[in-house]
């Protein structure tokens, strides 16, 4: 129970990967968890499903974090319910793989909007919360890819996983007074069912092979590193980004 009284607000938590396994993963470690999804339906079964499994409070919002207002308005009914959020979970980013040369401005805006505009909405809704209570945890989901150079047609998910590590450290200089952490979690590739939706068959094998580590990673490595990072453990890390990746990226 090494979460336990805390408050968690997570992004993009209704799906079937990284988001909705770190909201399971801090709600079995005690935290009340407020599940927030672009998608309606899906929060309040996930928000219902968790609260039964681990008999804590749980919250479903619809939140599209590109949209400002409702980013506020679930950051506003979160403290309407709890009276406090701990920590934040930028989880939201979304791709539309295509070549420089193909990519139409709405692909860049969606992709960007998601990862980096989100980010940005969510840490600024949270951060007054946090600066009063003298504590707080901000995680944000990025991607090796902010490393990396990769042919496959993630230029613009590339930069925005690049810019949210960025935007990470600064916010973690301005915030580290009020003991509040800002760190940002770069997996590689991890599985669920929707990714052969976003990515062609050939690509994913290719993913694949890039691994050494001899198992495929899953949203549960993910959600272990988000956990430790909002633990009273993790407390002194702030600013970086802890790579999990099975070893496919090492710096
Ligand atoms: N799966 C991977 O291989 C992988 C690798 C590196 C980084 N990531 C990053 O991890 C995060 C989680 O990805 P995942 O693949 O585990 O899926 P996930 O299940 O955690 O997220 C998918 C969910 O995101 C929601 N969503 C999409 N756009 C949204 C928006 N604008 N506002 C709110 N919700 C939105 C969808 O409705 C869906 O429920 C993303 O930021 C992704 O870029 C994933």
Known sequence: MRLKNRVALLTAAAGAGI?????????????????TDAHEDR??????????????????????????????RAVHAALEKFGHIDILVNNAGTNRPSQVADMTDDMWDIVINTSLRGTFYCSRAVMPAMMKQNYGRIVTITSVAGFMGLKAGHAHYAAAKA????????????????????????????????????????EIERMYENIPYP????????????????????????????????????R
């Open 19 to 35: 988001g909705q396994a770190t909201a399971r993963a801090m709600a079995k470690e005690g935290a009340q968890v407020i599940i």
């Open 43 to 72: 929060v309040l079964d996930v928000a219902g499903d968790i609260k039964d499994l681990y008999g804590i409070e749980t919250l479903g919002l619809k939140c599209d974090v590109t949209d400002r207002a409702e980013v506020e």
């Open 163 to 202: 810019g949210a590590m960025a935007f990470t450290r600064c916010l973690a200089m301005e915030a580290a007074p009020y003991h509040i952490t800002a760190n940002t979690i770069a997996p590689s590739f991890i599985y669920n069912e929707f990714i052969p939706h976003i990515y062609p068959e050939d």
């Open 215 to 250: 198992r495929k990673g899953t949203p549960q490595d993910v959600a272990n590193t988000a956990v430790f990072l909002v633990s009273e453990e993790g407390e002194y890390i702030t600013g970086q980004t802890i790579c999990v990746t099975g070893g496919s990226w090492m």
